[in-house]
Antibody
Framework: QVQLVESGGGLVKPGGSLRLSCAASGFTFSDYYMSWIRQTPGKGLEWLSYISSSRTSINYADSVKGRFTISRDNAKNSLSLQMNSLRAEDTAIYYC????????????WGQGTLVTVSS | QSALTQPASVSGSPGQSITISCTGTSSDVGGYNYVSWYQQHPGKAPKLMVYDVSTRPSGVSNRFSGSKSGNTASLTISGLQAEDEADYYCSSYTTSTTLVFGTGTKVTVL
């Protein structure tokens, strides 16, 4: 079965950086687009970024463009999100997610990792 | 990219049918047949219920059905059950080759 396990969340000061990781298993990781999505506590979902299987297609939401960088290591079945210049409004649960062979939908979600940006 | 518009809450009695709407624009919902619906129980990760407007993943009950007309997509839950009480979100692919989510709808089973 598909498993996505996020790690790396925690408390960080405004302006700081954090790197999230996602360990994937139960499917051929190198075949699928992967994505990061966040959810503010008590609020809705916000798509952040996706990366294609071959890393040739990457896109970001305007809210994180220039501050966040998505990457993947197909040999290690892992997905990462480097987050720089963090702001209070980046406080959220961050989900790693598997898309389809195209970037049209989210098929599987991890359990999420909480990022808190506060002084 | 603005969030897709969903009603904040929808309720129904057990056995009834309810419909949740998801309104976007011609740049997202209306432009593609790539609307998905997700169910989220409190404290849990979302779960895909419908994709490509009306396709159910394996294992999802056929009580859940999706449709689209113009810039508005809909999720209908038939034979409402207590376990259907959750938050529901739609999403759509967009002309910017991004994804956009809906504002979310809380479904209450009376």
């Amino acid at each position: 079965q598909v498993q996505l396990v996020e790690s790396g969340g925690g408390l960080v000061k405004p302006g700081g950086s954090l790197r999230l990781s996602c360990a994937a298993s139960g499917f051929t990781f190198s075949d699928y687009y992967m994505s990061w999505i966040r959810q503010t506590p008590g609020k809705g979902l916000e798509w952040l970024s996706y990366i294609s299987s071959s890393r040739t297609s990457i896109n970001y939401a305007d809210s994180v463009k220039g501050r966040f960088t998505i990457s993947r290591d197909n040999a290690k079945n892992s997905l990462s999100l480097q987050m720089n210049s963090l702001r209070a409004e980046d406080t959220a649960i961050y989900y790693c997610a598997r898309m389809g062979r195209l970037q049209r939908s989210i098929f599987y979600w991890g359990q999420g990792t909480l990022v808190t940006v506060s002084s | 990219q603005s969030a897709l518009t969903q009603p904040a809450s929808v309720s129904g009695s057990p056995g009834q049918s309810i419909t949740i709407s998801c309104t976007g624009t011609s740049s997202d919902v209306g432009g593609y047949n790539y609307v998905s619906w997700y169910q989220q129980h409190p404290g849990k990760a979302p779960k895909l219920m419908v994709y490509d407007v009306s396709t159910r993943p394996s294992g999802v009950s056929n009580r859940f059905s999706g449709s689209k007309s113009g810039n508005t997509a809909s999720l209908t839950i038939s034979g409402l059950q207590a376990e259907d009480e959750a938050d529901y979100y739609c999403s759509s692919y967009t002309t910017s080759t991004t994804l956009v989510f809906g504002t979310g709808t809380k479904v209450t089973v009376l």
